[in-house]
């Protein structure tokens, strides 16, 4: 097959079979193109040395250690989803090894931070009532950008406080939320949210001002501005406030299986960091409090 085919033939394996995000979906296939041009032959020439030099190549223009992992991983599922098809005699994805990604301890909010985020003073205009909401949301449930977007309005439950999620490969999941939350969502649903609403709105929970589903980036943008206005906040944006989220769930004797759930991750070693959060906070209260630290 020609390099087009094989492209597009591993795009669709990615999105129908694997079920990967667009995102993801787009990432992978930049790699695997930039696979191709360094092999400049024909499919059956690639094999582990190819692998190794195109890798290599990268970390010789400075390419992050991150990086480097991510493509090694979409190298490994093209030549094995390439072996399957026939395209390829052998699987040289087999032999090629990977140094893990350094994992850095995020940045999170403390406590008071957070208060102070989430107290702010909104007046009853329908952006400041969406944004009081959507910031309420994001901290007590820890959800996914993506998944605050997506929700529609029959996904929270009132009754139980809980929203109903769908998360990363389509996996839902029922999240509790708080009276705090709730409250920001019924001042918005009743007071907001009616007078943004157009025939094209249909069932979204959140709105953009022109009545359309809310885009992650918009909600990037309140939650950077919402950050500046606090003193001494670190600025990041909505999955900040999941780090957050997590690392206070455990501070608070959330167990960490809880909080895997709560946060849909698919493996306990994604749940993990937040442990070492806690444990830094615990190093530098100790190293501030204790005359012998």
């Known amino acids: 097959m020609g390099r087009d085919e094989v492209v597009a033939e591993f795009g669709r394996y990615l999105r129908f079979e694997r079920d990967l995000s667009p995102h993801t979906v787009r990432a992978?296939?930049?790699d695997v193109g930039s696979l191709l041009d360094h092999l400049n032959?024909?499919?059956?020439m690639l094999d582990i040395g190819t692998l190794r030099k195109w890798l290599a190549d990268q970390h010789g223009e400075g390419k992050a250690r991150a990086t480097l992992a991510r493509r090694a991983a979409c190298a490994r599922t093209f030549t094995a989803y390439c072996h399957r098809r026939g395209w390829l005699p052998a699987d040289p994805g087999?032999?090629?090894?990977s140094a893990k990604a350094p994992r850095s301890l995020p940045s999170v909010l403390d406590q008071e931070q957070a208060r102070a985020v989430l107290d702010a003073p909104?007046?009853?205009e329908p952006k400041e009532l969406r944004d009081q909401a959507l910031l309420e949301l994001l901290y007590a449930t820890g959800v996914r950008v993506s998944e605050l977007c997506a929700l529609d309005v029959d996904d929270v439950d009132r009754d139980r406080h809980v929203i109903r999620v769908m998360g990363k490969g389509r996996k839902e999941r029922s999240v509790p939320f708080g009276l705090p939350a709730l409250q920001a969502l019924d001042r918005w649903c009743i007071y907001g949210r009616p007078r943004w609403m157009r025939p094209a709105s249909g069932p979204a929970l959140f709105l953009g001002v022109r009545g359309g589903r809310i885009d992650a980036g918009t909600v990037r943008r309140?939650?950077?501005a919402r950050l500046a206005q606090v003193d001494g906040a670190p600025d990041m944006g909505p999955h900040g406030l999941r780090h957050t989220a997590a690392t206070h769930l455990l501070e608070g004797g959330a167990d960490l299986r809880s909080v895997q759930e709560l946060l849909g991750h698919a493996s306990l070693n994604s749940t993990q960091i937040y442990t070492h959060v806690s444990i830094e906070r615990l190093r530098s209260a100790y190293r501030q409090a204790h005359p012998r630290a």
């Not at 032959?41 to 059956?44: K, L, V």
């Not at 087999?94 to 090894?97: F, I, T, V």
């Open 28 to 30: 992978y296939l930049v």
């Open 41 to 44: 032959g024909p499919i059956e």
């Open 94 to 97: 087999l032999l090629l090894g």
């Open 122 to 124: 909104a007046t009853a």
């Open 222 to 224: 309140v939650v950077h």
